[in-house]
């Protein structure tokens, strides 16, 4: 079955408009509602979200879907993806819900479902509930005496931050760390400070004032120039930038300088190297990751396993093969003995214990390598022509030129946004100017693809 509805991660799209409408979200919880109804226990669903105004429309609709077929909805509210995942387990609920469209400004929102087991759900699944939605669903409303109920989990937030905090070291605490975090005025705003506060550290929150519109707006991971300013201002010894939904991390050092989820996991996969703690033969990263990760995990001993695009994947490799430790270049870092999915401030934690260990400033501890120049750019396109607009003559022409020109010295990587109408071009090599040169010759063929 070819999924329509779902992307590579969950149902996304404009606030209000198909397919984030309150109608199709009410289906959505139908159907998806039906297809976890198993057994005869009384079914339950936890439901998350960020702190997008348009939270208030889906979660009521979600809800109404659930109890519709008999399942009882417990609400959590704002609260981080891997918190939903966690609690999912936690409640031995038959299903989880997060409403967030994670680093995506607010007039986006999207659905992402976790099975039982707190994992996001497999395109298989994924194309059964969608089939549900478009042959009936009335068949399967239940009785008014079967109806679900909806409540409230009032200590969602205190059971996170216990959970969260124990998977630091014992014995480890982050007394005299002064620690900048960036919440994105998202979904973390209120445990990410608190956790860090509660292990002993001196905390300055950027981020923390949600309004239903600033979620992403000039701050959290993909925007880190409040981040970076602030950790200089205030002589801080890290500092952390979440994005909306908090399973993205991205860190900057005490001078201000960035590293990416490459380099939290080369450290992380060091670390557990050396402690004995490290599954499999090494870590896994997606096509993404650079070169300098790939060599220096080699000099350490270890592989580096590719995949495609999208934490789902990453996820997908780690469980089929046993590894304990992956993740995005973006920084979307899971760590499988801790967590279901990327968790921003799991990944933190383990940092900030590698950085206690070492005792010594961020700057030293947690650039491991040099990476190679990377150049990534986004060509938005209509979304019509999205997945035509890579078979064009003079697009495939540019593609071939450019593999040609970096054949030997480094590659090539093109591929459609699994979220957004986007085409992204990278080139890796050791030639800065040379990429450029190949990544915005490709680009520009797109554009007169593009408006043809």
């Known amino acids: 079955m070819v999924r329509k509805l779902f992307g590579t991660d969950g149902v996304r799209g404009t ?20 297809f976890f109804t198993r057994g005869a226990h009384r079914h339950t669903v936890v439901i998350g979200k960020d702190t997008r105004l348009s939270g208030y429309l889906l979660e009521p609709a979600l809800t109404s879907g659930f109890v519709s077929v008999g399942m009882d909805v417990v609400q959590l509210g704002p609260l981080p993806t891997p918190a939903v995942a966690m609690l999912t387990r936690s409640m031995r609920a038959d299903l989880g819900v997060m409403i967030s469209a994670s680093h995506n400004p607010y007039e986006d929102n999207g659905i992402k479902l976790f099975g039982p087991d707190g994992y996001k759900l497999s395109d298989d699944a994924e194309s059964v509930i969608e089939d549900h939605m478009a042959n009936g669903l009335s068949a399967h409303l239940v009785s008014p005496s079967a109806l679900g109920r909806a409540r409230r989990l009032d200590d969602a937030v205190g059971r996170y931050i216990e959970y969260t905090k124990n998977t630091f070291p014992r014995g480890l605490r982050l ?36 309004d239903g519109f600033n979620i992403n707006k000039d701050c959290g991971s993909l925007s880190t120039d409040a981040l970076r300013s602030q950790v200089v201002a205030h002589s801080a010894d890290l500092g952390l930038a979440l994005d909306g939904d908090a399973d ?45 990760l790939e060599r220096f995990l080699e000099g350490e001993g270890l592989r580096l396993h590719r995949t495609a695009v999208g934490d789902r994947y990453v996820l997908e490799k780690m469980r089929r093969d046993g590894f304990n430790i992956g993740g995005e270049q973006s920084g979307h870092i899971i760590l499988a003995d801790h967590s279901t999915t990327g968790d921003g401030i799991v990944a933190a934690l383990q940092v900030l214990a590698a950085l ?51 054949s030997g010295n480094g590659r090539l990587l093109i591929r459609r946004s699994g979220t957004e109408p986007l085409i992204r071009v990278m080139a890796e090599g050791e030639d800065a100017q040379l990429i450029g040169q190949v990544v915005d010759d490709i680009i520009g063929a797109i554009q007169a693809a593009a408006a043809r």
């Open 15 to 34: 606030a209000n408009r198909e397919p984030m409408t309150a109608e199709t979200a009410m289906k959505l919880g139908m159907a998806a509602g039906h």
């Open 175 to 210: 007394d005299g760390l002064k620690i900048v975090v960036d919440c994105a005025n998202g979904a973390a705003y209120k445990v990410a400070p608190t956790i860090l506060w509660e292990l002993g550290a001196e905390v300055v929150p950027v981020g923390v004032a949600p």
């Open 248 to 292: 993205r991390l991205v860190l900057c050092d005490e001078q201000g300088a960035l590293i990416d989820g490459d380099q939290v996991m080369g450290l992380i996969g060091r670390s557990w190297r050396r402690n004995g703690s490290l599954k499999g033969d090494g870590v896994v990263a997606t096509v993404m990751s650079n070169l300098g």
């Open 356 to 406: 206690v260990e070492a005792a010594r400033p961020a700057s030293q501890v947690l650039r491991l390598f040099e990476p190679l120049p990377q150049t990534l750019k986004n060509i938005r396109v209509p979304a019509a022509l999205n997945g035509t607009v890579l078979d064009d003559a003079g697009v495939c022409s540019a593609i071939a030129a450019g593999e040609g020109r970096l």
